[in-house]
């Protein structure tokens, strides 16, 4: 387990609030809401298993990532979550290398495909889940446009091989819901939950 700083006040009154992800992209959505936390993660082995929907699936990876964080911090409150891609009830996670990535993308093309996050959040006895769905419709690409589009991202750190941030004009057509929740965390919903839940604000940035 590692954890970072990444700012934080000393306030007796609030629990440190600990985000239990390495994604830059969770962390940048974390930030960008004004919230002070720190990151810590655990080296567990994430759950694969095709009977499980995209729902039961993120669930149930958000709450095992969140876990062992809590365990070790039992007066923190811990957010964990996980993301797929899914289509027709076919999971996409992370692809294994570049030709995983382009057979993934050309599997999405011209369809509308469910983005599932996943969220746990625990403190000591309080443990609250929920999972958020927005649907993406891509663009009807042909092989070179999924080629280039490839070849300007990073695609095997994304579920689905693709980032909506990161060039995701040339293959995104719409989406409909939440927007953040593609990126990798739904920050509304995050919010609503740390504010009713937990009596957890964003604060300013700090320098």
Known sequence: MFCILVKRVEELHMPRLLLASSSPRRHQLMNEAGYQFEVCCSNVEEISDESMSAVEL????AKLKAEPVSQANSDSIVIGADTVVSL???IFEKPTDLKHASTMLAQLVGKTHN????????LQNQKISFYVITE??????????????????????????YAAQEHGEFIIDKYSGS????????MTELKNTLREEFKVYPKSTIN
């Open 58 to 61: 993120t669930t149930a990876n």
């Open 115 to 122: 983005v599932t996050t996943g969220v746990s959040i625990l």
């Open 136 to 161: 993406v419709t891509f663009k009807p690409l042909s092989k070179t446009d999924i080629l280039r589009y490839l070849s300007l991202i990073n695609p095997l750190d994304k579920a689905g091989a």
């Open 179 to 186: 927007y953040t929740n593609v990126v990798g965390l739904p």
């Open 88 to 90: 027709d009830k076919k």
